[in-house]
């Protein structure tokens, strides 16, 4: 299939697989999918899968922030899922997939780390979270976001010994402190129309892109606009309505 | 990984098992519909995605071969999949001598001629570990090849087998492995050609012991190649590429 082709389509209103341009698919959670991790989930959003796994440790805070924990977030794109996805170090797709998915949890103070601080200055919780790609369909920034979300909302800390250690054979019941779930969406422009959670084929085809994270209350917490083409002040306005009203069916799965 | 120094009686398995017992096993083909084949094999606690790939063009160019095809094999730990902290992403000396023994235990089957100056990638990733990762990886794989399509000689099955104090076991978990410290040997088997294609030990067999384990350890490859088999007719007599889990 042709860029030229999927936009003669998209133009007239329709898509190669029937959606409606605003129709996202099926989308599923499924939790603890690793009892390695002290929270896990896998997301699929028609036929794209991805897992998140969170990793808590104990470590030294940042010298600019000795009374907070740690977040970190990471998202690989492994070759297994994606003909397009090479073997080595994350290249600036996988970076920004991670960068995008950490604004979203980060500047929704979706994580209250400041209840990670065991001992100021010298020992907090780190959070890492890892999006690691199963199939790539799509709409990548979707499902990491929520299934990154997903995978903070059921993790709990792992035992901690006398001696100060992480005993991580044994995990407690108590649950890493979180404020906010922010749902991203994004919205993708091809030609003059806008559409939901696109193929592969048709990220291939945008013009331009914005992903929206949206916290509890709708709020706007974080944005990014991808894609070679420019956006006006209205198609702005009209790719955060469309995310609102969608972040809302996601939130509900979210439960 | 390294066993514990102080060497404790282990009168029976920590988990109720019997000595020759395997985990629940379970299989499912055609798992991930991008790659040109793949496959889910999960003993136990231990899952092992994997994706096959090709044959396709191989880059750089000097490592093409003009007389045949080339497997790659490439072994992952999810970082969140180890036992205790964080996996680095990335390869280490653990995940690429994994690899390239993957690599080995199933190219005997294969037959690439046909495909001259390119690869047959294998892509292993793992959510979840509890011991005999690798194991579970090969026996993978092997479906994810023959899902692609593949000239196949044969499937290849996989597990590893213990050894205490002159007792056999199967299938060690992580516990056995690296809390008791029982010998760890995994292996990969060929049916059909009645073959091993890969064998590593650690610890210490005698050598009576090591050929009545060997002997186990084929009666024991025979009932998860079974589970292998039925997981690929599962698919490919189902009506979508979505095969149907297969368990024992």
């Not at chain 1, 065991?118 to 199939?135: A, L, P, Q, Y």
């Not at chain 1, 939901?196 to 291939?204: C, G, T």
């Not at chain 2, 395997?22 to 991930?32: D, M, Y």
Request: hydrophobic residues 40%.
């Amino acid at each position: 299939m042709s860029n030229e082709h999927i936009v003669k389509y998209i133009t007239k209103g329709m898509r190669y697989d029937g959606r409606a341009l605003d129709e996202y698919r099926p989308v599923s959670i499924e939790l603890n999918v690793s009892h390695c991790a002290e929270g896990s989930a896998r997301v699929k959003i028609g036929e794209t899968e991805v897992i998140a796994g969170v990793k808590l440790s104990l470590e030294k805070p940042y010298p600019d922030t000795p009374a907070q924990g740690n977040l970190m977030i990471n998202a690989e794109l492994t070759p297994m899922s994606s003909p397009q996805f090479e073997t080595g170090p994350p290249g600036e797709q996988a970076i920004e997939l991670s960068r995008v998915i950490d604004r979203g949890i980060r500047e929704s103070k979706a994580i209250d780390l400041t209840k990670l601080c065991v001992k100021e200055g010298e020992k907090v919780w780190s959070v890492m979270v890892d999006i690691v790609t199963v199939n790539d369909e799509g709409n990548l920034f979707d499902a990491g976001a929520l299934a990154a979300i997903a995978a903070l909302k059921s993790a709990v800390f792992p035992h901690v010994t006398e001696e100060g250690s992480v005993d991580y054979n044994k995990k407690t019941d108590k649950h890493v402190p979180m404020n906010q779930s922010p749902i991203a969406i994004t919205v993708i422009k091809v030609g003059d129309r806008l559409l939901l959670d696109p193929s592969p084929a048709e990220e291939a085809a945008l013009d331009a892109r914005l992903t929206i994270a949206l916290n509890d209350a709708s709020m706007l917490c974080a944005m990014q606009k991808g894609g070679d083409m420019p956006l006006t002040l209205e198609e702005i306005g009209a790719m955060v309505d469309l995310a609102t009203k969608q972040s809302k069916e996601l939130r509900k799965k979210l439960g | 990984m390294a066993a514990k120094a102080v060497k404790i009686d282990y009168p029976k398995r920590h988990d109720g098992r019997g000595w020759e017992d395997l985990r629940k096993i379970e299989a499912k083909v055609g798992i991930i519909p991008r790659a040109d084949g793949s496959a889910m094999f999960r003993i136990g606690h231990t899952v092992a995605y994997a994706a096959v790939y090709g044959p396709r063009d191989l880059h750089p160019k000097f490592m093409q071969n003009p007389e045949t095809g080339i497997l790659r094999c490439r072994y992952n730990m999810m970082p969140f999949s180890g036992h205790g902290e964080r996996v680095r992403p990335g390869s280490s000396r653990r995940s690429q001598e994994i690899s390239m023994l993957m690599s080995k235990a199933l190219l005997p089957v294969l037959d690439l001629k046909e495909y001259p100056n390119s690869v047959v990638d294998v892509f292993i990733e793992l959510p979840e570990t509890d011991a005999g990762t690798r194991c579970a990886g090969i026996t993978a794989a092997a479906m994810a090849l023959a899902d692609a399509g593949l000239l196949m000689k044969d499937l290849v099955t996989s597990l590893s087998m213990g050894h205490y104090n002159g007792r056999i076991m199967a299938d060690i978990d992580g516990h056995e492995d690296c809390d008791v410290g029982i010998s760890d040997i995994p292996i990969a088997y060929i049916p059909t050609m009645d073959k091993f294609s890969l064998l590593q030990l650690d610890g210490d067999v005698p050598k009576e012991d090591l050929l009545k384990l060997l002997t186990l350890a084929k009666k024991k490859a025979m009932d998860i190649y079974k589970v292998q088999q039925e997981a690929l007719k599962a698919k490919f007599s189902g009506d979508g590429h979505n095969g149907k889990k297969v368990k024992a």
